[in-house]
């Protein structure tokens, strides 16, 4: 399956050509886009990925009334989940 540099899935993908297709097309574009993450309970909310790295992303929600640091939070990624938004 294709993921990213932090492990989240990029899309889905038939054999090893296809998943470093969708890597190439999507990789780099996606860190780009809007994604949905949690941290605690069942609700996703759209953030920004800042930074990333391997073992942590540095997010920044996108909701403006959210309290958070103007330049985003580190989170390790047994802290959040993260998934790719589709709207």
């Known amino acids: 399956m294709p993921t990213t540099i932090f492990g989240a899935a ?3 993908a038939a054999d090893h050509d296809s998943a470093v297709e969708v890597v ?3 990789g780099l574009s996606s860190l ?3 994604w949905l ?4 309970g069942p609700d996703w909310a759209e953030v920004t990925l800042l930074e990333a790295q391997p073992d942590r992303v540095r997010l920044r ?3 403006p009334l959210r309290e958070q640091p103007p330049s985003g939070r580190w989170y390790s ?3 959040v ?5 589709t709207g």
């Open 81 to 85: 989940d993260l998934e790719k938004s």
């Open 10 to 12: 990029l899309g889905p």
């Open 37 to 40: 993450a949690r941290t605690d």
């Open 32 to 34: 780009t886009e809007p």
């Open 77 to 79: 990624l047994t802290d």
């Open 24 to 26: 190439v097309q999507e």
């Open 61 to 63: 929600w996108n909701n």
